[in-house]
């Protein structure tokens, strides 16, 4: 099992002139270390308009920089959206195409439709087509990358035969992904042959049978790119320190306020009457855990906060689930002091990633797919 880190960019009130210039570069500090030390993907997300939640209104600048500043770890959209209101596919594929040349081919490219009213609201968008914008997108996009010339007549946009350019490094392109937030999008990646981007906190068993079903049905995909990106991911939190009780103290702290934050959202599900989001994905079970009186004493299970030991158990049991990879949101909500973020990501990569020996053999060659 390999190792990548996460971002949202959340930036806590109150706001002074570098709130958002010191959580940028506090994350591009983290970034390199975590190049160093053998990570090999860094996600960011796309948010707008949720005020503390996220401050990650362009993460391929970003990612950009990040890129620029290390040498192995693969720099990942997680995710573009896929909404004609937020982002054309066109500027999509082109954007994607640079930060792929930039970074040396080092792109894995998330997809996703936005799942708060918040946003899909401050853009017009109708929550009825995401899905299918997004499965329009994801479609048409590869194939920009792959032929000298594209052209589409479609519901969600349409261009006439030109060539999309520049044409993305890694050759036939690089690997997708989707966000899977709400029950089945596992499976809407299966089909299409790209990576689950997992970011849920259901029961292993609940997981177990998810992975298996997705790689039951990738077996059968129709690939809407060149390839098959069989990999599942998912995202956890970290904060890892040799005192187990100051490890769980620190860390409970951090996913808490981060569950607060999250607990302030305005759900599309929950907003406007449509069929396009059967759920309000992780925010019920983010909001209980929010509204529970003081700190939890002791970590959820699976969750990678504690001392080594402890992580390796928890680790043990993504591992077992059949998950590729767990990326670590290391500082939700910016409580934790930064020399602390970073002691934590170098006891890991010194105390835990070891018990993993695949994901050391990856880093040592360079990281990669």
Not at 47 to 64: Q, R
Not at 102 to 110: I, P, V
Not at 136 to 163: L, N
Request: with cysteine; proline share 6%.
């Amino acid at each position: 099992m390999k190792f990548g880190i996460f971002y949202e960019l959340s930036v806590p009130r109150p706001w002074d002139h570098e709130a958002e210039r010191k959580v940028y570069m506090n994350a591009l500090e983290q970034v390199r270390l975590a190049d160093e030390l053998g990570f090999d993907q860094v996600w960011a997300v796309e948010h707008h308009f949720l005020e503390e939640y996220s401050h990650c209104a362009a993460p391929e600048l970003f990612l950009t920089a990040c890129a620029m500043q290390t040498k192995n770890i693969h720099v990942g959209h997680g995710i573009v959206v896929c909404v004609p209101e937020f982002n054309h596919p066109i500027r999509i594929a082109e954007r994607a195409a640079v930060l792929d040349i930039l970074s040396g081919g080092r792109l894995e490219f998330g997809t996703g439709r936005s799942a708060t009213w918040t946003e899909l609201g401050g853009f017009r968008a109708n929550p009825d087509d995401t899905k299918k914008s997004w499965d329009e997108f994801v479609h048409c996009i590869p194939k920009m990358w792959m032929q000298e010339r594209f052209s589409y007549e479609g519901k969600y946009f349409s261009m006439p035969s030109r060539a999309v350019l520049p044409k993305p490094y890694q050759k036939p392109h690089p690997p997708m992904w989707v966000a899977v937030t709400s029950p089945g999008t596992e499976l809407d990646a299966a089909d299409r042959g790209i990576g689950s981007l997992g970011v849920t906190f259901t029961s292993f068993a609940e997981q177990e049978s998810k992975v298996k079903e997705y790689r039951r049905r990738i077996q059968n995909c129709t690939p809407v790119g060149g390839f098959v990106n069989n990999q599942v991911n998912t995202v956890n939190f970290l904060f890892c320190h040799e005192d187990s009780e100051t490890g769980t103290k620190v860390g409970m702290r951090m996913i808490q306020h981060f569950n607060y934050l999250a607990a302030q959202l305005d759900m599309a599900k929950e907003a406007v009457p449509t069929k396009s989001y059967p759920s309000a994905g992780l925010l019920p079970s983010l909001r209980r855990q929010a509204s529970s009186p003081g700190e939890q004493a002791k970590a959820p299970e699976g969750i990678a906060v504690g001392n080594p030991a402890h992580l390796i158990k928890e680790l043990r049991k993504w591992e077992a689930c059949g998950v590729d990879r767990v990326s670590f949101m290391m500082n939700a909500a910016e409580i934790i002091p930064q020399e602390q973020v970073l002691a934590s990501l170098r006891l890991f990569a010194k105390e835990v990633m070891p018990a993993f020996t695949d994901s050391r053999t990856q880093a040592a060659v360079g990281g990669g797919r």
